[in-house]
């Protein structure tokens, strides 16, 4: 049982199916796609994630096609377009005219989500929030106190 290869996807919680996204990754491995779905909504149902949350999976394909695979939280992006109300990001974002606001209270929270991934657990919160900032600055949202300012 030896590890043939590392697949990264991108998945939404609680409604993984197999189809063409998820079967073009795992059918050259030979890995049971309905199985993968199947662990996978459960573990993102008794995780918690509201259903269609677009979440990051890192899956291991081992030799005598079994896998294993970690859940990671949802895209910055995402958490930041759902704290902003928006539906989609801009077309083409621009500093001078900013899309949306965040306040620094949801950016806190955003990083209390974020730094819970694995890799990110030795950084100060301090440094996963001027991340947060910084996606949020390049998708033309604004993080600033209240919306009159």
Known sequence: MSLVR?????VPSCAARPGPAIGQALGPLGINMAE????????????GYVKDTPLSVTLYALSDRSFTFDVKTPP????LKKAAGMEKGPSSPNGDRPVGFVTPEMVYEIAQVKI???????LPLEG????VIGTARSMGIQVRESEEA
């Open 6 to 10: 590392t697949v990264r996807l991108r």
């Open 36 to 47: 993968f779905c199947k662990q996978f909504n459960e573990r993102t149902e008794s995780i």
């Open 76 to 79: 910055t992006s995402y958490l």
């Open 116 to 122: 819970k991934d694995e890799g990110r657990w030795h």
């Open 128 to 131: 996963v929030a001027k991340s």
